[in-house]
Every structure is written in C-alpha cells, then in structure tokens.
C-alpha cells in the first residue's frame, strides 16, 4: 500500500472511486477544482497500481477544510480512510492551521470522532428543481459578479465564514461566471452574493434575509435543471424550501481545534462544496 499526493493524473480514477463510493455519475470537473484550489494537500491510497482511497484538505489561513474522504467500497473499515484523513491533517497542522473543519456523512462520524473531532453544528440538504419568487420591487442592485468583485465579495464573506477564501471565491467565479451574482445596497457596497454550480446552488451569503432572496431569485431565473444546496442556517432552509426545494437529510458539521468565530452577519447561507466548505 502506497500513501502519496493525488495528482491531476489521477482524477479519472479518483472521479470514479467518489461516484461508486457516494453514488452519482463521476464528477472529474469536481475534483480537479478541488486539486487547484491546494494541490499539495490531496492524498491517495494506492495498492498494486490501484487508487482504493483519497481525500484531502484545503487551507485558509488558519482554518483548513477536510473532505471527500473516500474508499473503494469493497476495501471500507480497513483503516484507509483514517491513514488519508490523517495525511491530510497533518499536512493541514504543517501549514500553521490550528482548527480543522469537515462535514461528515452518517458512515464517517466514528471515524472523525476516533481522530479528535467534535460537534460544531449540523449542514440540511435541500433538493429539488426550484422556481424563483414572483419579483417584488427592484432587482436592480442584483449584477453578474465580475473578477473586480471579489476583493470586496471576499472582505464580506470572511467574517461569516470564519476564515480569508477569496481563492475558492475567485476559482469558483472564474469557472461558473455566467451563473455568479453579486448585490450592492444603495451606496454600492457589496450586501451579497450567490453562485450556481452544475446542480447546486453556493456559496451563498447576505447581509439579511431580503437581500438574500432577491440573490436568489436572480440566481434562479431560467433554472430547469434539479438543483442541491447545504445550507447552514433556517433562513437559507426557508427561502430554498419557498421556491419549492424538498428538505433532506441532515449532516453534522465537526472540528478539530479551536472553535472559530464567525460572525451572525453577514447570513453565511449555503457551502461551496461539502468537500471544501
């Protein structure tokens, strides 16, 4: 068995292992978005020339995110995750991290409780193909977010995010700028922003529950497709579940280290990916 960094040479196989693991089709796009954002801190398993295992973590100053800590089915509760989930934190520590966050799946729980993780909240899945809210007043203040935005779109997100992530922001952006939204309130300053990925709505945050909406309701419009986000908070849960979008399962969010203050406000509403927070 061999421990060493996942490569871009290996997100076909990767991309394979996390569609048979966690179901869905493989998601190689997924992946190597992962890889860009903290290359050296993606890890993979290998025996006889086989992937069986991978997962890594992305760092944000001090705050790191672990995730998509995966096993060949066949080969789960051997100990492969736990050796990928220990590569990765302590790779995360060597950067200077002191709090490590992840959201666990129901099957990953003991394993997350073994390495010295704790409670901090739970992640409600919502699904469904939404419908935007009939408009109510101006939309005006809702534009297409543009490279020029981020700075201030990352200096809004942070304290509710608990950590600088104006790379993931950046990143994300870049890759689904026909689908990324900023609002301005009335002295232009940036209130908020929302993204939609392929099928799923977030990052997603507001200065309040109004502006909130109007993101999303823009965000919205022309949506065909089905669509998931991991909300954090009712708000989120509540406009989502408005526009016709079905609760789901519950998961638990978890950290090793410290407890890291986040802000009320700015509403820090929907993830960017369970794998990178």
């Given at each position: 068995m061999v421990l060493?960094?996942?490569t871009l040479?290996?997100?076909?196989?990767?991309?394979?292992?996390?569609?048979?693991?966690?179901?869905?089709?493989?998601?190689?796009?997924?992946?190597?978005r992962y890889l860009a954002l903290g290359p050296e801190g993606w890890f993979a398993l290998e025996e006889a020339g086989t992937l069986v295992a991978l997962g890594g973590a992305v760092a944000f100053g001090s705050l790191a995110w672990l995730g998509l800590i995966v096993v060949e089915?066949?080969?789960?509760?051997?100990?492969?995750?736990?050796?990928?989930?220990?590569?990765?934190?302590d790779w995360a520590r060597g950067r200077g991290c002191s709090t490590i966050c992840l959201i666990a799946t129901p099957a990953g729980v003991s394993l997350y409780r073994r390495l010295g993780f704790v409670p901090d909240g739970d992640s409600h899945e919502l699904s469904g193909t939404p419908?935007?809210?009939?408009?109510?007043?101006?939309?005006?203040?809702?534009?297409?977010?543009?490279?020029?935005d981020t700075p201030e779109i990352a200096r809004l997100d942070a304290p509710a995010f608990g950590a600088d992530r104006?790379?993931?922001?950046?990143?994300?952006?870049?890759?689904f700028s026909g689908s990324a939204w900023v609002a301005r309130d009335g002295r232009g300053r940036v209130s908020g922003f929302i993204l939609v990925q392929d099928d799923?709505?977030?990052?997603?945050?507001?200065?309040?529950?109004?502006v909130a909406g109007r993101l999303l309701d823009v965000a919205l419009g022309g949506v065909t497709r089905t669509?998931?986000?991991?909300?954090l908070d009712e708000v989120g849960a509540r406009l989502l579940a408005s526009r016709g979008m079905v609760p789901g399962r519950s998961l638990p969010r978890?950290?090793?280290?410290?407890?890291?203050?986040?802000?009320?406000?700015?509403?820090l509403l929907a993830h960017a990916s369970y794998a990178v927070g």
């Open positions: 060493r960094r996942l040479e290996d997100v076909p196989a990767g991309a394979r292992l996390t569609a048979a693991a966690f179901g869905g089709e493989p998601r190689e796009a997924r992946l190597r089915p066949g080969r789960q509760r051997q100990g492969l995750g736990g050796a990928v989930a220990r590569a990765a934190i419908r935007p809210a009939p408009p109510v007043g101006e939309a005006s203040s809702v534009r297409s977010w543009t490279p020029e104006s790379r993931l922001l950046a990143a994300y952006a870049r890759e799923l709505i977030g990052p997603w945050c507001a200065v309040d529950e109004e669509l998931r986000a991991g909300v978890m950290r090793l280290g410290p407890s890291v203050p986040r802000t009320a406000r700015p509403l």
